[in-house]
């Protein structure tokens, strides 16, 4: 009984976050996942100083072009004689860079129409869910192929097409978790007291709201790393001679006979680190489920 009621104090000794990780490092997935992306951006982060970008990465060498992946160059080297290896490595920097930073664009865009819409309801509610249902109803490629395309080829007007979609996405959450919580009795008396309408959302609705938003810009990222390399393979993402994955598989293609591996490493590299992303975002979903506690 006193071991027990011991273990039920550390219980409740424990913040959100502390008993969220405790979930989260039992689930093999999820840490699987969460130790290929600290490798991951732990690499992307230290690339400028292993290797020389005007050198290493966009340097052509014409001798060693089409080499195979050897002790020389680990992942090969492409039509320039550029070695791959590096490209790739420093390649995950925009495509980090690109899927989070169109993720989070879209998180305060999306969290302050879905807010506003499920705090007032209504006709704004009406208006700006009419507008988000438009957006969400056009195809993500589609939308970002006309803004990349009105705002010219770089990584900031390619962050801002992807960010669209990720706005409609984290606004349906934002709005459906606030409907649930607007009515609760701390959330009227704050009203009540004559807090403004932004401090009531910002303290005391979003807060509560953490959960699934958490849980979506993890998914986000992976689906929007995969649209920004979509948009490079296309030649209409971020401009060469920068080696972002997806510039990276659309060189490679015209190779793919003679030198497969051009397609192949880029698109393992997408592969693993979306997959990793997935599983650590189902990892999160479980942890930070209420009913999941164990």
């Not at 994955?245 to 997408?270: F, V």
């Not at 592969?271 to 189902?282: I, K, P, Q, S």
Request: hydrophobic content about 50%; aromatic content about 8%; charged content about 15%.
């Amino acid at each position: 009984m006193a071991q027990a009621n011991e273990l039920k104090k550390q219980y409740k000794k424990r913040t959100l976050a502390q008993e969220t990780w405790r979930r989260l490092v039992k689930n093999p997935g999820a840490m699987l996942g969460l130790g290929f992306l600290g490798l991951l951006i732990m690499a992307a982060a230290l690339s400028p100083f292993i290797f020389d970008y005007e050198v290493d990465v966009i340097g052509q060498n014409m001798s060693e072009r089409l080499m195979a992946p050897g002790a020389a160059h680990w992942f090969g080297t492409d039509e320039y004689g550029r070695d791959l290896f590096a490209r790739v490595i420093y390649g995950a920097r925009y495509s980090l860079i690109i899927g989070v930073g169109s993720v989070l664009l879209g998180l305060v865009v999306g969290t302050i129409l879905g807010s506003q819409a499920g705090f007032h309801g209504g006709v704004i509610d009406s208006i700006i869910m009419r507008g988000i249902d438009i957006f969400y109803s056009i195809p993500n490629i589609m939308t970002a192929v006309v803004i990349v395309s009105l705002l010219g080829p770089s990584t900031v007007n390619l962050m801002i097409a992807l960010a669209f979609s990720c706005a409609s996405s984290f606004a349906r959450i934002v709005r459906a978790s606030v409907m649930t919580i607007r009515d609760q009795e701390y959330v009227e008396s704050s009203y009540a007291m004559g807090l403004p309408t932004w401090k009531i959302i910002v303290k005391h609705i979003l807060p509560n709201c953490l959960s699934p938003i958490i849980v979506q810009i993890t998914l986000l990222i992976g689906t929007t790393i995969i649209s920004a390399s979509s948009l490079s393979f296309l030649g209409i993402g971020v401009p060469a001679p920068a080696p972002e994955w997806g510039a990276l598989l659309s060189a490679g293609r015209g190779h793919i006979r003679d030198a497969s591996y051009m397609c192949i490493i880029p698109g393992l590299a997408i592969m693993f680190t979306v997959l990793a992303l997935n599983l650590l975002g189902d990892g999160l979903r479980d942890a930070l489920d209420p009913k999941m506690k164990k």
